[in-house]
């Protein structure tokens, strides 16, 4: 049965004065440990937030061709998904959750996506997913592609998940510039910076990591409490085109 307690969150330096960020290797190290406790009903769900050292990390699909274009070394991960970065200024969560009866592993990647969507409507910002793919977005402004804020990947081993997403606060994203994110040539990448400037201009307010990661707890605690709910409606196609391609 699972542990009867609800969600737990580990804030693993990122409440620290200064923030400590955290080496990749060593935090997978640390969600194994907690998943086999989790999986072993030992103890609740838990939630770890991180901020991590830059790295790139390549899931079981990552073709050879979307690798760092310059040669940079590259963690290979046990997670589904293809290549992505990590680093300063955006927000890592990896929510180690068991998966009810029932709850298969796209239910749940759905119920990290919704999460992730109603968060940002928090911040006035309307995000959403794209059929076909995983992750958040924003929708194409006419000129270019689909941007995606939240890249998802995870691993379900003992009716357990491991692994999770990464939202782009505020981050440098030419960290991005060096691969094929997530293996999607055709889309953007964009940050809630880049988004709360769209909408309130260049003075608006951007909330910290710790800020967010705050903001996302009890909504992460509802969908993790896998009740129904009424999903967000998908984002608009885009129209430009110049992106009129179709979806891998």
Same mark, same amino acid.
């Given at each position: 049965?699972?542990?009867?307690?609800?969600?737990?969150?580990?804030?693993?330096?990122?409440?620290?004065? %200064?923030?400590?960020?955290?080496?990749?290797?060593?935090?997978?190290?640390?969600?194994?440990?907690?998943?086999?406790?989790?999986?072993?009903?030992?103890?609740?769900?838990?939630?770890?937030?991180?901020?991590?050292?830059?790295?790139?990390?390549?899931?079981?699909?990552?073709?050879?061709?979307?690798? %760092?274009?310059?040669?940079?070394p590259v963690v290979p991960?046990?997670?589904?998904?293809?290549?992505?970065?990590?680093?300063?200024?955006? &927000?890592?969560?990896?929510?180690?959750?068991?998966?009810?009866?029932?709850?298969?592993?796209?239910?749940?990647?759905?119920? +990290?996506?919704?999460?992730?969507?109603?968060? &940002?409507?928090?911040?006035?910002?309307?995000?959403?997913?794209?059929? *076909?793919?995983?992750?958040?977005?924003?929708?194409?402004?006419?000129? *270019?592609?689909?941007?995606?804020?939240?890249?998802?990947?995870?691993?379900?081993?003992?009716?357990?998940?491991?692994? *999770?997403?990464?939202?782009?606060?505020?981050?440098q994203t030419t960290g991005?510039?060096?691969?094929?994110?997530?293996?999607?040539?055709?889309?953007? +990448?964009?940050?809630?910076?880049?988004?709360?400037?769209?909408?309130?201009? #260049?003075?608006?307010?951007?909330?910290? &990591?710790?800020?967010?990661?705050?903001?996302?707890? %009890?909504?992460?605690?509802?969908?993790?409490?896998?009740? #129904?709910?009424?999903?967000?409606?998908?984002?608009p196609r885009r129209s430009? %085109?110049?992106? &009129?391609?179709?979806?891998?």
């Open positions: 049965m699972p542990h009867p307690e609800g969600l737990e969150f580990e804030y693993l330096g990122i409440t620290e004065v %200064p923030p400590v960020r955290t080496e990749y290797r060593w935090c997978w190290d640390h969600q194994r440990r907690v998943h086999a406790r989790v999986s072993a009903h030992e103890i609740p769900d838990t939630v770890i937030y991180v901020e991590h050292d830059p790295v790139y990390t390549a899931g079981r699909r990552t073709r050879p061709q979307a690798y %760092p274009f310059d040669g940079t991960v046990d997670r589904g998904g293809e290549i992505t970065w990590h680093g300063p200024g955006q &927000l890592v969560g990896y929510p180690i959750v068991f998966l009810q009866r029932g709850i298969g592993v796209v239910d749940y990647v759905r119920r +990290v996506e919704e999460s992730i969507i109603r968060l &940002l409507a928090g911040y006035d910002l309307q995000a959403g997913r794209v059929p *076909g793919r995983t992750g958040v977005w924003f929708p194409s402004d006419g000129t *270019g592609p689909e941007r995606k804020i939240c890249a998802i990947g995870i691993r379900v081993s003992r009716q357990t998940a491991m692994h *999770g997403f990464a939202l782009n606060i505020d981050p991005f510039d060096n691969i094929i994110p997530c293996g999607i040539a055709d889309a953007d +990448v964009t940050t809630m910076a880049r988004e709360l400037r769209r909408v309130h201009g #260049p003075e608006a307010r951007i909330p910290g &990591l710790v800020e967010v990661a705050r903001s996302l707890e %009890p909504i992460l605690t509802e969908m993790m409490a896998f009740r #129904p709910y009424r999903m967000s409606p998908d984002i430009h %085109p110049a992106f &009129l391609h179709p979806i891998d």
